[in-house]
């Protein structure tokens, strides 16, 4: 399970070395500066829909930074980064994940997936959890060229603004259709009185029409939780954001904003915590001075994490994808004007 994030991490420390810097012996390590910075940029953007792997392939070249990618101690610094991410999810749905345990506790020795609500979602986290897994996996060499070229990142993060924006119209439009034909139906008497005052309320408060369409998010079926886990491995692409095209694909099988994100986050968990548990031993080999570095940054990325899935939750009640797009297009533009006209002209 792992793979998702050590392969995507691991490519980013084959980068080449930014062509302002000539080339030493040994690479650079990370000063203090840069790793609050990247553990500020690993927090934020790991969970907001906007691609923290595009964001720390792109940004350090833009900076003019020595390629302290190249370095042995990048990896174990990556690491401090995941568990911090993961320690502030599971810190933000403890109460969600406790439920979620003691369901699976409670199928397993039943046999029976059905007998609890929350043992049958973390059934569904775990089959959604298993393409990620493998994908990344088999895409390994073939995603590390890629990786190579910020370049390419940046029309990614672009490209991720566009899938946003797409995903959030055919919603809107999906949502006005549902609105319509249930007006209809109460113009022509085949709706119950008791549901006329819902569909006013639902006309009133654009909003309100979610409840038209959308489903809990309990009712996934397998398959569904399969195809959502499947489009997290197209985050292997720098660029394309875990969390965005998760929520996408969780919106497209008619899970509402909010749903469509909790089951973004509760499936990145694993994944995430996977990726530096398992790497946790190469951190002890960095040396006293990088060990204290990556502790005190991924406390750093821990605060930032937790911080930006508490206002994201908030978020995701009312709002919707169209200011990330908005976002992504701006970022992917300027860096790619930047790259090719400042860096590459």
Request: net charge positive; glycine share 6%.
């Amino acid at each position: 399970m792992h793979w998702l994030l050590v392969v995507s991490w691991r490519a980013v420390i084959a980068l080449p070395a930014v062509r302002l810097v000539e080339h030493t012996a040994t690479p650079p390590t990370l000063n203090w500066f840069q790793a609050l910075f990247l553990a500020v940029l690993q927090g934020v953007t790991e969970l907001f829909p906007v691609s923290s792997l595009g964001h720390t392939v792109v940004i350090p070249t833009m900076l003019g930074w020595p390629p302290v990618q190249s370095n042995n101690t990048f990896l174990p610094f990556v690491v401090m980064l995941h568990v911090g991410t993961a320690t502030a999810l599971l810190t933000f749905f403890w109460r969600d994940w406790v439920r979620l345990i003691r369901g699976f506790i409670i199928t397993s020795m039943r046999g029976d997936l059905n007998a609890s609500r929350d043992g049958r979602l973390c059934w569904l986290i775990i089959a959604g959890t298993v393409p990620a897994g493998l994908i990344g996996f088999l895409l390994e060499k073939p995603l590390q060229q890629l990786f190579a070229s910020p370049i390419i990142a940046a029309a990614f993060i672009f490209l991720n603004g566009s899938v946003l924006f797409t995903a959030e119209r055919l919603r809107r439009h999906a949502d006005a259709r549902a609105v319509a034909t249930t007006m209809g139906s109460v113009a022509r008497g085949n709706v119950a009185p008791s549901l006329v005052s819902s569909v006013t309320q639902t006309v009133a408060e654009p909003q309100a029409a979610l409840a038209v369409e959308t489903r809990p998010l309990e009712t996934l079926t397998f398959k569904e939780a399969f195809l959502i886990g499947a489009a997290q491995s197209l985050a292997l692409i720098p660029g394309i954001s875990r969390s965005g095209i998760t929520i996408v694909a969780g919106m497209s099988v008619r899970l509402n904003h909010e749903a469509a994100a909790r089951f973004a986050f509760l499936l990145a968990t694993p994944l995430i915590a996977a990726a530096g548990v398992l790497e946790i031993p190469t951190l002890f080999q960095a040396g006293a001075s990088m060990l204290a570095i990556s502790l005190v940054s991924g406390v750093v990325a821990g605060i930032a994490a937790y911080l930006s899935v508490r206002y994201l939750m908030k978020y995701f009640e009312f709002g919707r994808l169209d200011p990330f797009a908005y976002y992504c297009w701006a970022a992917g533009a300027l860096s790619l004007i930047l790259l090719i006209v400042v860096f590459h002209g």
